[in-house]
Nanobody
Framework: QVQLVESGGGLVQAGGSLRLSCVVS????????MGWFRQAPGKEREFVAR????????YYADSVKGRFTISRDNAKNTVTLQMDSLKPEDTAVYYC???????????????WGQGTQVTVSS
């Protein structure tokens, strides 16, 4: 069983920064890919970024490329999403997820955190 716990959400003004963390525990051998997704009210969950635990394979959604940075700390079993130049349209609940394949498809991830709210004011 894999458990994911996110932290770091909050309220920030447009142009500001937030740093989200996801601490992973449990048997992650079968879930080598970590992803961040977000879901705004009334919208579907959308892919933000993904990273592998053991390879420098990173992929971003076009909407966040150049503003968000995903990274990992294998020693701490932590995946981080650094969010800079935030925009009001980045407002959403952000979720980290673990899965077996490198995909942008949410159904491809089988473990999810509880989510953390990010609100960007204009």
């Amino acid at each position: 069983q894999v458990q994911l716990v996110e932290s770091g959400g909050g309220l920030v003004q447009a142009g500001g920064s937030l740093r989200l963390s996801c601490v992973v525990s449990g048997r992650t051998l079968g879930s080598p890919v970590m992803g961040w997704f977000r879901q705004a009210p009334g919208k579907e969950r959308e892919f933000v970024a993904r990273i592998r635990w053991t390879r420098d394979s990173i992929y971003y959604a076009d909407s966040v490329k150049g503003r968000f940075t995903i990274s990992r700390d294998n020693a701490k079993n932590t995946v981080t999403l650094q969010m800079d130049s935030l925009k009001p349209e980045d407002t959403a609940v952000y979720y980290c997820a673990a899965g077996p394949t490198a995909t942008t498809w949410s159904q491809g991830y089988n473990y999810w955190g509880q989510g953390t709210q990010v609100t960007v004011s204009s």
